[in-house]
């Protein structure tokens, strides 16, 4: 069961950090002013990987809480 964990948790591990790094924007000058007021929705694609982002890391919460009790 442990090992089974482990493997599960190595794959959505990575499977996370590729979504992370597709939402990564490009730093420019609007994004990095702190006043700015320009404020961006997320629609179609964005917000499903950023929905999906956030069900793999609770996903990886869980399986990591079910390892700990194990």
């Given at each position: 069961m442990k090992t089974?964990?482990?493997v599960i948790q190595i794959i959505l591990s990575i499977f996370l950090s590729?979504?992370?790094f597709l939402q990564a924007k490009g730093a420019n000058e609007s994004n990095s002013n702190i006043l700015s007021s320009?404020?961006?929705e997320r629609?179609?694609?964005e917000k499903f990987?950023?929905?999906l982002?956030?069900?793999i890391t609770i996903l990886f919460l869980i399986s990591s809480i079910v390892q700990l009790i194990n």
């Open positions: 089974a964990l482990s590729a979504l992370i320009n404020v961006g629609r179609g694609w990987i950023f929905n982002t956030i069900f």
